[in-house]
């Protein structure tokens, strides 16, 4: 083994525990808070549960990190603990599958109920 072996595997070992590992564990608590489970995104390659994004992130760090972060935003648009009711404002819950929906929404995006015009 040369010495640039030697330090090209350094560099992966450290740059493995001070960039992936923490951001991996990021990615883990952060979604367990917005409750990220399999069938969020109504699937698709990146719709995983919180242990497929984790280990995602471990494997795959270039691509499952950005792809997390993308996907945050969605994640968060649907986490119960942003939105704890149907009286949040500009979202209601769909009559037929109870989903949070846009308040303007004409057809749920859950369930595919098309919806009364607004009455508020
Ligand atoms: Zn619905």
Redesign the pocket.
Known sequence: MSILDLLFLNFSTVGFSLIVLPTAVWVLVDARTLRVKKGNLGGGFFDMGVAGWFFSCLLLWIVAFPAYLAKRGEYKDQSPSTMPDSSVRGHRK?P??A?L?HADARK?R??G?VLPINQA
């Open positions: 769909c037929d599958c989903e929906i749920c859950f369930c109920l």
